[in-house]
């Protein structure tokens, strides 16, 4: 199953998506239980936010890009090997150009995006939809769920369903 809690998160290596400076962040505890009341995807991010530890490929052009975020405990291994990490930063030429990729798990499935220079091709779809499999054949089985369904889980959960 690729849902589960929010436990890693391939994003850009930009000031927005700076981990350090969100667990630096402190939320009173009466903030997170109404956070977790509303929704336990929320109070699930929060936690990662909170102790997610950054994960390098090893590819060093990859990790000057991208960071992964992830949770030690949940992940295991690191989720982009060197094979995924080339058809990451190597796009096919011809299509829309790569902007950047973003990946993460939440309670409602696996996340990838690709934020592109323009509308993609049917080239640039499949090769989208080729890197995506390879990530998610890297992803371990979701060891949990965030237990608490708020309101706002409930509302995103039918609207999916529909």
């Known amino acids: 199953m690729l849902a589960g809690g929010v436990d890693f998160g391939i994003v850009p290596r930009d000031p927005r998506w700076n981990g350090e400076a969100m667990q630096r962040v402190a939320i009173p505890a009466v903030a997170e239980e109404r956070i977790a009341a509303l929704s336990g995807t929320a109070a699930s991010a929060l936690e990662f936010l909170r102790e997610a530890q950054e994960k ?6 990859f990790d000057a890009a991208y960071r992964i975020l992830a949770l030690p405990e ?23 150009a790569l902007h950047s990729f973003l990946a993460w798990r939440d309670p409602f499935g ?26 998610s054949a890297r992803i371990p089985a979701s060891s949990s769920s965030p237990e608490r369904r708020g309101v706002v889980d409930r509302l995103v959960g039918r609207f999916l369903a529909s």
Do not use: N
């Open 74 to 96: 949940k992940t295991g291994d690191s989720l982009v090997e060197a094979s995924l990490a080339e058809k990451i930063l190597r796009w096919p030429a011809g299509g829309a």
């Open 110 to 135: 696996l996340h990838c995006q690709a934020r592109l220079s323009g509308p993609p091709d049917w080239a640039t779809v499949t090769y989208f939809l080729a890197v995506a499999e390879q990530l």
């Open 56 to 61: 390098p490929s090893g590819v060093a052009e």
